[in-house]
Each structure stands twice: as structure tokens, then as C-alpha cells.
């Protein structure tokens, strides 16, 4: 249990610069919307995934980030994937994509095609269900180099800079990683073994070298940021190990940092608190052994309400923007 006690936060100082997450960290994003709000003072989301026989994770993330709260969501998919991934919401927008043979994205060389794809957008997420076809990783690597907003990376879109990670810098536009221990160990060189016995320290040094904010997940998921702070988040359990559960984080981080790029190091805090929280809500319904990564989504908005205690009225995140207008 983790309890305030009247102490003021700054007389709060770690050492160790290690952080634990709670609501409080959250309530700077806690703002009721506007009444004249419209879906463009929320962002636009693109997750850009997906590829034969993984067309879900693209699409889940999609949804998990309509779910916390983007105004517009995009996803951006081979052409033969796209109708299993609009299948899946109508809400969900999509846009076809270049392919191999294999059904992967293919759109590396062509850099009017990627321009076309990032234009208006305010968040990218590359990663669920991508593949590690080289056209693939060839897209992912354009993708990152070219974009000048938020890019979230996830799953094969690490794996894509394995023994690449020096292509990796958050001072060219923010950047946050999600690995999970194995991903984390591709990126690194090192064992799954090495980088569970010290996964403070390794995420510390990887988000301090490359200038980005690492959330290296697993029991006690970690976000470190760029100044080499920390995070422990308390929430969670294993009921979210499911295949697809990181698909949903990576959603709603996108979905998080639409509405608040100007506290974004805030809203990767507040996704993985949520992500975790809804987790727990959903085992507490379903149990142990039956939760699937659709069920932490349907978990997200009592996730959310449970996490705010400012105001009685339904919040949600919103732009920086928007709170100029008030």
C-alpha cells in the first residue's frame, strides 16, 4: 500500500533515482474536456503493423488507443491484411499498404509513400504484428528515420534494430521503447538471464545512451527516462500473460501521449499504470487463466475512472492545447 503522509513532494529526493507510480503522478492529465471539444483537439493515432496471420495485434492496439481516448485512429496495414484488421472495429481507420510476397510491409524505398503516411498525424506506433520479413524491418527503420512526432516501437519493430540499436536516438523526435525481456536482450547483446537479474540498471543505461524512455516490461514493469529516473510500476499480474497484452500497452501509450504530447514522459506513466490496472480488473472478473488481451481493453474505462479523483464529471486526457482554451 502506498499512502501520502503530508510529506511536500520535493522534500521526496531518491537516491537511487528510483520512482514508484501512482495516481498521483497522473493527476496533471486528469482534466475535464472542453464542452466544445471535437475529435482534432484529441490527436491522431497511427499504429502501423500488422501482416499475414498477425493482423489482430494491429488492430488491437488501434483500438486500445481509441479506447483511452485519441480522437482519431489509424491503421496502417498490407493491403491484403486490411480487412481483417478493419473487421475488428468500425471506429478503427485504415490505410493499405506495399507488400512482399509474404503478405509484410514493403515500403522502405519509397519515401513519398511514407511522407503520404505520417502527414497529420500526432503519434506513430510501429510494431504489433509487423513481422521480421527484411522488407519489414527496412520499413520500420524509414518509418523511425523520417517521422517528427512521438514514435512508439513495440515488439517486431524492436526486433528490427537488433545489433542496430546505435540507429535509436530520442533527440531526433521522442522516442519510447516497450520491450519485453527478450526484445530487451536482442537490443542489448545480452542474455534474458543478464537482463532479469538487472533490470533497473540496464534500462537505466540503454534510456540514458539513446536519449528515449525505455519501458521494459515484465513483473514490476520499469519506465526509465532519458535523465536516468526509474519508474516501478505496482499494477498488474499474470493473467496478462497472453499473447497480445503487449499489443494493448502499445496502444495505449500511442493513444496517451495523442492527447498529451506536451507531458508525454506523464502519459507513458499513465499507460502503464492503466494497462496494468485494467489487467487487474479483468483477472479480478475472469480469473487467472482466462483473460485475453480483448479483456484489459473492455477494462480500460474502469481503469480510468478508479485512477481519477478530481472531479465527478467523465475525463479523459486532453491536448495542451485544449486547456489553453479554458
Known sequence: MVAQIGSPRNAIQSKLKLEVITKNDLHTLWVPR????????????????????????????????????????????????LPTVAGFAPELM?????????GAIAISSQESAIKKILAGKTVVAIGPGISRAPEAEQSVHAIVAH???????DADGLNAFEGKANLLNGKQRPLVLTPHPKEMARLTGLSVDEIESNRAEIARKFATEHRLILVLKGHRTLVADPEGTVWVNMTGNPAMAKGGSGDVLTGMVAGFIAQSPDHLFNAVLAAVHIHGLSGDLAATSLGERSVLAEDIIQQIPHAIQASDQLTNRPVSLTLGRARKRQ
Open 94 to 102: 485504415t490505410v493499405p499498404l506495399p507488400e512482399n510476397e509474404a
Open 34 to 81: 472542453p464542452w466544445d471539444a471535437h475529435k482534432g483537439l484529441f490527436g491522431h493515432v497511427l499504429v502501423m503493423g500488422g501482416s499475414t496471420g498477425k493482423g489482430g495485434a494491429a488492430a488491437m492496439a488501434g483500438i486500445a488507443a481509441m479506447r483511452v481516448g485519441a480522437g482519431l485512429t489509424t491503421a496502417a496495414t498490407p493491403k491484403s491484411v
Open 147 to 153: 517521422a517528427k512526432v512521438p514514435v512508439v516501437i
